[in-house]
């Protein structure tokens, strides 16, 4: 079996290499303009390396790489070298856009030629795509073929912005993690990063000024001012980046040429802020929550104080990024906090306000001017066109909608495209995996069809305002599995990468996705990403299941007895005839070490035995999430308490009658999404309805009953308060 998928792959690698000899480019992104000839130009021990730059980190980067890969000495050479060479040129008169280059190979070497020292990075990018993929790595077979056909490639990026936004706050991630993506971003032209700093859960970078930030404002737990959410757990949780090591990193990513954004979220998204420093928040006695369910996370408008303290913390900002933007967030202010302040309404009294709207321009105005003072100019997502104008400095960054980037654009701001529906990375790729759904199903294809500039609507001079676009990762879903952040950003980030670099007339979603299955996960598998493999399509037809791999070569593997399968699993090789499809599970497998979302059969869904019952319980549920959407028989709707569960809470399914089943699942979160479970509970079951036998603990808020008899009733216990305002519950599914 495994002969089989090592054959499978090497098929699938020889095929991506012929379509290359034949002329056509497994690039990606898509170059402008790439021509192929006859012949090749061969790597060996003699072949020299030369840049005129007076910065050689490019030429070390490349060189580092090939004499790992391919065991060659490379050498460096003092002058131009008249043959058998990799030349690096910075021609500043050349006729070569700003990060632009041309990547020449014929039988005297490699040339690339770029205006900018950028333009020379990217066109070894390119290079280094036209290698075995395993350069990446220096994993090496030993039969690697280190030539080089014949090419002039003259190329140039689409958009001067093409980035992705990380939230370590919700989810801290270490410096080692932050560099790989950063290192991942470079391999794909990307040349932006904004960095989400700080958010309600937590503080992420050292403030030298105020302390408690990082002391206090950067852990979450039992024990601290932060409560546990997400799944983090009661014990500590949480980081932060010392200045030195942002130092670090914004010089790491500088050399691969990536400016790094920071955002330190204002107005709202503040709790961490709120709970370290109490002052500055409003002193009002609203308990309304935001839309994430936090109390108390809006900085006092009315507080005056509180923009010297914003200066301060902006002014350390300005040591340690270069970056000509600071983001300030603006998005989602839970505007009731200033509503129910004496000092917010006394100020809205004083500038004859009338709505929220326009406090909130008031505040944005007020840190754009700090900002302007400081040599900075202000970001922010699109809630701070609301409420008045902006000045023109400041750049939009539209996650609403592509129409908010538009209007943006209109309104002459530098703007960026993140529109959630198609760049929102924590979404589902698939209604069958993890990650949020609110702003759709965001697939590979999806996130590829972006066009930044919308519509026909924008006339040329407001179209040169989208500065391009960028994927955005929010890591409330983030805390498990181990490298599930490289799940949900590759490959679709590869598609934005397309989006934002390859002129619209080269864009070809069959080409890019048959590019990205027969070459460019063996690129990304060597880079070391944990990127998605595309399940397979199962149907079950005429007495038989039907299984259709993602790609022709893709391996699949199966199980006919409820369990996921594994790298051990039997190969798919025909259909499969059966009467019981629903124990099937099917899998993509890619090298035997990553796997896809486990799949069944598509077109069969479970019968479920549908019991009348009644519910006991000592929770308050949500209007809007009422007890009744758990008795409804559809495992689509689900039921939401009012408040945080408390250690003794129960929820009692009664039966009418005693149920004889195999098995019973107890669900709790929201159905697919594994959010607001509870967190430390246990499922219990009873013959009698009286006396009750302890199952499982929840696992991830699930368990499973098996029971010996009829079931009369099932419960669930809460052991300690779950780590969210609210918890969720689903319909047993009694088999």
């Not at 840049?51 to 030429?59: A, D, M, R, S, V």
């Not at 490379?74 to 008169?93: C, E, G, H, R």
């Not at 990075?121 to 030539?147: I, K």
């Not at 300030?328 to 000092?343: A, K, M, R, T």
Request: charged share 25%.
């Amino acid at each position: 079996m495994k002969k089989m998928a090592k054959l499978l792959i090497v098929l699938s690698l020889l095929f991506a290499s012929t379509m290359a000899s034949y002329g056509q480019t497994t690039l990606i992104p898509q170059p402008s303009e790439a021509e192929f000839y006859e012949g090749k130009f061969v790597l060996n021990r003699e072949c020299e390396i030369f840049t005129n730059e007076k910065n050689h980190f490019t030429l070390d980067y490349l060189r580092g790489l090939l004499t790992k890969a391919a065991a060659l000495p490379l050498n460096v050479a003092a002058v131009t070298p008249s043959a058998n060479y990799i030349q690096l040129l910075l021609k500043t008169d050349a006729d070569i856009p700003e990060e632009g280059y041309l990547l020449e190979i014929s039988e005297k070497g490699v040339v690339v030629t770029a205006t900018t020292s950028s333009g020379i990075f990217y066109g070894v990018q390119t290079l280094l795509q036209l290698l075995p993929p395993s350069v990446y790595s220096g994993n090496v077979t030993g039969h690697e073929d280190w030539s080089l056909q014949y090419v002039k490639i003259s190329d140039r990026p689409r958009f001067r912005y093409r980035g992705l936004m990380l939230d370590v706050s919700r989810t801290f991630f270490d410096v080692k993690t932050v560099k790989e993506h950063i290192n991942w971003l470079a391999h794909h032209k990307m040349n932006k990063f904004h960095w989400h700093l700080t958010d309600d859960n937590g503080w992420r970078i050292e403030i030298k000024r105020y302390p408690l930030l990082t002391q206090m404002g950067a852990w979450r737990g039992d024990e601290e001012v932060l409560s546990p959410v997400y799944g983090s757990g009661p014990k500590r949780y949480g980081g932060f980046y010392t200045q030195a090591e942002i130092r670090d990193v914004v010089a790491y990513a500088a050399e691969r040429f990536i400016e790094i954004i920071p955002e330190i979220e204002l107005p709202g998204h503040s709790r961490a802020v709120i709970v370290t420093y109490p002052e500055t928040g409003c002193s009002g006695r609203d308990t309304s929550v935001s839309v994430q369910g936090e109390e108390k996370n809006v900085w006092c408008v009315g507080n005056e104080n509180n923009f010297q303290m914003i200066e301060n913390i902006i002014k350390e900002l300005t040591k340690l990024f270069p970056s000509k933007y600071i983001h300030i967030g603006g998005d989602e202010v839970n505007f009731n906090s200033w509503l129910n302040c004496p000092h917010c309404k006394a100020l809205m009294k004083k500038e004859g306000m009338e709505k929220p709207e326009e406090l909130q321009n008031y505040f944005v105005r007020k840190v754009e001017s700090i900002l302007e003072r400081n040599g900075r100019h202000m970001a922010g997502w699109d809630e701070i066109m609301d409420g008045g104008k902006l000045n023109k400095n400041s750049r939009v960054y539209a996650w609403r909608s592509v129409g908010k980037g538009i209007e943006s654009a209109k309104r002459g701001h530098s703007t960026v495209m993140q529109p959630s529906s198609f760049c929102y990375l924590d979404m589902k790729q698939s209604p069958v995996e993890r990650g949020h759904n609110w702003a759709g199903i965001v697939t590979l294809e999806k996130s590829y069809s972006l066009d930044p500039l919308g519509s026909d609507e924008l006339s040329d001079s407001e179209a040169s305002n989208i500065e391009g676009v960028q994927g955005g990762l929010w890591s409330e879903l983030l805390v498990r599995p181990p490298k599930f952040i490289d799940y949900q950003i590759y490959p679709r980030i590869v598609a934005l990468a397309e989006v934002g670099w390859t002129q619209p007339e080269k864009k070809n979603w069959d080409e890019f996705n048959k590019n990205l299955g027969s070459v460019h996960y063996e690129r990304l598998f060597h880079m070391g990403v944990n990127f998605r493999v595309p399940p397979p399509e199962v149907v079950y037809e005429e007495g038989s299941i039907r299984v259709k791999p993602p790609f022709p070569w893709s391996v699949v593997r199966y199980t006919g007895d409820e369990k996921d399968p594994d790298r051990l699993s039997p190969l798919y090789k025909g259909e499969i005839f059966t009467d019981q499809p629903l124990k099937y599970r099917f899998a993509t497998f890619y090298n035997d070490l990553l796997r896809s979302p486990v799949v069944r059969v598509s077109n069969i869904s479970p019968a479920y035995q549908k019991i009348p019952f009644i519910i006991e319980t000592s929770l308050s549920f949500d209007p809007r999430f009422p007890v009744t959407n758990i008795m409804d028989n559809n495992l689509s709707t689900y039921s939401r308490t009012s408040q945080k569960l408390r250690k003794g809470d129960y929820i009692t399914f009664v039966f009418d009658r005693a149920v004889a089943t195999k098995r019973i699942f107890v669900c709790t979160g929201i159905p697919l999404i594994e959010f607001y479970y509870v967190t430390d509970g246990f499922a219990e079951f009873s013959y009698d309805g009286i006396n009750y036998i302890r199952g499982d603990d929840l696992v991830y808020g699930n368990a499973v009953i098996i029971p010996e008899k009829p079931v009369k009733s099932v419960r669930i216990m809460v052991n300690s308060p779950n780590d969210a305002r609210t918890a969720a519950f689903q319909d047993l599914k009694i088999e």
